[in-house]
């Protein structure tokens, strides 16, 4: 079957498999790799991307619900060639380790500080909840929005 | 394999009587796992994203009505929370953000799971489930649309379209066991509630039995209460507790939630 979505600002088409998630319709029909496919159940966040604004697993999506709706991915943070405020904070603090999980705290940090611009730390821990990272214990990525909610 | 995505009830319905074997799929946090996973390959799935008749919330005659398809993040926000504080508590629990933006409650009537985090809230605001089919609409007490561990009342061309429940008559709450605050399914999950119209307390647990059960008192026996509701459950030994823990943990539950709402 066929989809057509906004992606990142860009009207896109696909031919997809009915049982397929928007996870594989991303990164593997639409050259779009930037979600990363662990755990596939929705645990660790990985692929997180805003559906129609809402931070949603694109795993858990299915790809035909997605059709005629907007997405934005990580590969649509960065405006004319800077980064967003979220992906530079990461880089300043050393937010990163493997980078694997990155991607989807990066999108749900920007999610975060789009609805509330200075979040206290139990915000911060909250909404960062549903994001896995099994590298640098999360300090840094702590460390990475609070520099972000104050730039 | 094919799917389907009727734009109203009265399409979703007609659907369902043609594809009777077909899966509803709303927020697909249970579905989408079960696929990606090999474990199912249904012939069809019926996309309810786009039925406008699921969504939202409203009152109707003194009652709360929940459109199937209401997630929970939307279960979180007042003035909704402030009707279910049980029902807004149980949805924060539930998994993350991510999770909370897609799962609906509709969603955990359907996978009718032991673990249902917004079953136990349900229970103790007496709800009643509204499904419909082309052959018409019925309303089926929660207690008896859930028949068993991930088995429910639901006939093969009928969907859940709304649950009506009873707004608080007093103070209520939730509490859920489980190694961690987010991402987790309850070890044992327990709603209370302290109901001064009707002078009792009702209580209903999760993941301690085949289905989420309630227990009710006339408030006067409040003190044998919490024995009451751990010796109502059946808990089993599974990977995430024992039988024993279980029991045990209902009966402080109890206790806490008594004293929470009492407070």
Redesign the interface.
Known sequence: MRVELTVNGERLEADVWAGESLLYVLRERLGLPGSKNACEQGECGSCSVLLDGRLVCACLVLAAQADGHELVTVEGLAEDGELHPVQAAFAETGAVQCGFCTPGFVVATADLLARSPNPSEDEIREALSGNLCRCTGYAKIFDAVRLAAGS | ???L?PRSLAEALRLKAEHPGSVP?Q???D???E???DRA?PET?L?L?EVRELRGWSRDNGSIRLGAGLTY?EGMEAPLAEALPALAEASRTV?????R??GTVGGNLGTASPAGDALPPLLIGDAVVELASVRGERSVPLPEFLTGPKRNALAADELIVAILVRPAAGPQTFMKVGPR???VISVVSLALTVDRDHDEVRAAFGSAGPVAGLVQAPLAELNGFPERVAAAASPIDDVRGSAVYRRKSLRVLTVRAVERCLQ
């Open positions: 394999m094919q799917v995505t799929i927020g697909g946090t579905v989408m796992v696929l990606n996973f390959r799935l996309n994203n993040t998994g993350g953000p991510q999770i933006n897609r605050n987010a991402m």
